[in-house]
């Protein structure tokens, strides 16, 4: 895979601030961490892609996806890219990759996907995307879901 040809796939980047307590006695962030890093960053990526409004319409976490190809180290600079890959009538797919600089060089450390659900929480139950979200969506990514 070409890092640069992957990142240049994704328009939101953010950089992760690694926690001395995300780490294991290896010294590198512990492998349950990495669903907290793409949870964080998703929030973050909604805020600027669509304006989310949690008040209005929720979403759930149906299914998650890591594949950890290199370990996340402290201090190294670590940055996550997030964007979404494909829509659906209930639910999406996120994308994620995590690079870390070592030695002066990104590096990609880690990928990953998660399926989200369309959620109402008063009637407890999932419900269709409405379509001005998918609109938002679309028109804040470089490639279109």
Not at 3 to 30: G, T
Not at 120 to 138: C, F, G, H, I, Q
Request: charged content about 25%; proline content about 3%.
């Amino acid at each position: 895979m070409n890092l640069e040809e992957e990142k240049a796939k994704f328009r939101f980047k953010m950089k992760l601030d690694i926690r001395w307590s995300d780490m294991d006695e290896m010294r590198h962030v512990n492998n349950a961490v990495y669903l907290t890093y793409f949870e964080q960053a998703r929030v973050y990526y909604f805020h600027e892609s669509c304006r989310w409004d949690w008040n209005a319409i929720g979403a759930i976490l149906a299914n998650a996806h890591v594949d950890y190809l290199r370990p996340v180290v402290f201090p190294n600079p670590t940055f996550v890219y997030v964007r979404t890959s494909k829509l659906g009538n209930k639910s999406f797919e996120v994308h994620y990759l995590i690079t870390s600089v070592v030695n002066g060089a990104e590096e990609l450390t880690t990928t990953g996907h998660t399926t989200m659900v369309m959620f109402d929480y008063k009637t407890n139950a999932s419900v269709v995307m409405p379509e001005d979200l998918k609109d938002r969506l679309r028109n804040y990514e470089i490639l279109k879901p």
